[in-house]
């Protein structure tokens, strides 16, 4: 775990009906749900009052039971966590061969555990199919960096496979620019509302890539939400570095995620540009797998693994700096 630098402010709150947990810097406000998968329901830039992930009308929260349909029956809304996979499917290994994981994994809709260390948030869940602990530490290493650290834990002799995406949805700016590190030339499309980057599995070039009718898309420009489209693609294969970074250019302010890449190697990337909800958002999703479930990333050998009675450890950083990334 890293060090506490930064004086914390922590506190209990409310999110529309529901109980929160706020931490907050001389920067940032983060606003966490503990009964519902910890997530993270807002993300506030005080210096100009932004929030940065997207919120939806209503006094009550929409809070879906366990193994519910994300979409259908969740909020939609801020950061969760995905794990262990993103799309239903089936445990297919020795000894949960069989077993069925609910959409977007356990614990996005599970209740954790919390308590205040000091000038960190611990929280807790356990899982209900498979035999592991999560655990994740808040806290601040800058006034503009939250810091969140992750640990899971298999309490079984057996090795379990397993994907952890972060789930943020980032509110866009018109103009914004997504920034990758110096060496990505490839990505794997997963999804095209319009049908212009191909079908799924279809690699193309990265940044300009080449449309299905023949034309150009510089993917690093988000297209207005007026564009109507909507893509989820990876990275292809393993990242050069651990990060990715959102420009908005009319509030000139950079937002970085940063990650370890030897145990969260994967990056996916879902702009909406209007199509989904009418909603304009983004999802930076740094991943351990690919292929948004863990049997399908084990056939391509980009599955992750925490080795029976071992943990795996990782984290998350969000930075919130002016300006545009150096």
Known sequence: MRGISVSTSIRQSSYKDQRAVTLES?????QFLPAVGANLCSLIYKPRGLELLIQRPGAGYKVASYAGDYVADG??????????????????RYPWQG??????GEVWSLPWEW????ERLHLTTWGVRFPYRLEKWISF?????????????NVSAFNL?????????????????LILPEG?????????????????????AWPVARLRNGGTLDLRHIRPKQTCDLAKYYVKGRLPEGWCALTYP?????????FPVAQVPYLAVLPNEGAWQDLYNIFLEPATATFDRPDIARLHGQCSTVQGHGAYEWYLDIALSEGRRA
Do not use: K
């Not at 909020?75 to 297919?92: H, K, L, S, V, W």
């Not at 496979?161 to 620019?177: K, R, S, T, V």
């Open 161 to 177: 496979d397993f994907l952890w995406a972060a789930h943020p949805m980032f509110i866009l700016e018109e103009g914004a620019e």
């Open 141 to 153: 290493t800058e006034a503009n960096v939250l810091h969140i650290a992750y640990r899971l834990t």
């Open 115 to 118: 308590a205040i260390e000091g």
């Open 26 to 30: 001389g920067v940032i406000s983060a």
């Open 250 to 258: 009319q509030s000139h302010l950079t937002l970085t995620l940063s």
């Open 75 to 92: 909020e939609c809304a801020g950061m969760d966590d995905m794990f262990p996979t993103i799309d239903r499917c089936f445990y297919d």
């Open 184 to 204: 990505v030339e490839c990505i794997v499309n997963m999804l095209s509302y319009s049908g212009e980057l191909g079908g799924y599995g279809n690699e193309l």
């Open 99 to 104: 077993t069925p994981i609910p959409d977007h």
